[in-house]
C-alpha cells in the first residue's frame, strides 16, 4: 500500500512539473515560424496515426471494414463542420448497417 501511495506521489508530482514548465519555459524558449508549424503538424499527425490504429485494429487482428467505412463517414461528417450529434450517429449507423447486411 506505501509503495502505491508513493508512487501515485510521484507521478502526481512528475505531471504538475510537466504542466507547469510548458509555460515557464515557453516564455523563455523562442521557435522559429517553422518550427511552429512543424510542431503543429507533429500534433496532426500524431493523433492521426492514434485514430488509425484504433479504427483498423482490432486486438492483434484487422477490425474488418464496417468499422473504418464508419470512421469515414464521421471524419467526412466532421469535415463538413456537421454537429457533434450527427456525426456520431452517422458513423455509428454507417457500421451498424454494414454489420446488418454481413459486412465484416
Known amino acids: ?3 502505491l501511495v508513493l508512487a501515485i506521489l510521484v507521478l502526481g508530482a512528475g505531471t504538475f512539473a510537466f504542466r507547469f ?7 523563455r524558449i523562442e521557435l522559429s515560424a ?3 508549424r512543424l510542431m503543429a503538424m507533429s500534433a496532426v499527425v ?6 488509425a490504429t484504433a479504427d ?5 487482428e484487422l477490425a474488418g471494414v ?3 467505412a464508419g470512421v469515414l463517414v464521421g471524419g467526412v461528417l ?3 463542420r456537421v454537429p457533434f ?4 450517429v452517422g458513423a455509428a449507423g454507417t457500421a451498424a448497417v454494414l454489420r446488418l447486411l454481413g459486412v465484416p
Open 1 to 3: 500500500m506505501t509503495t
Open 21 to 27: 514548465a510548458g509555460p515557464v519555459l515557453r516564455a
Open 34 to 36: 517553422r518550427m511552429e
Open 46 to 51: 500524431l493523433l492521426a496515426a492514434l485514430v
Open 56 to 60: 483498423v485494429m482490432e486486438g492483434q
Open 66 to 68: 464496417a468499422r473504418p
Open 78 to 80: 466532421a469535415w463538413r
Open 85 to 88: 450529434v450527427v456525426v456520431v
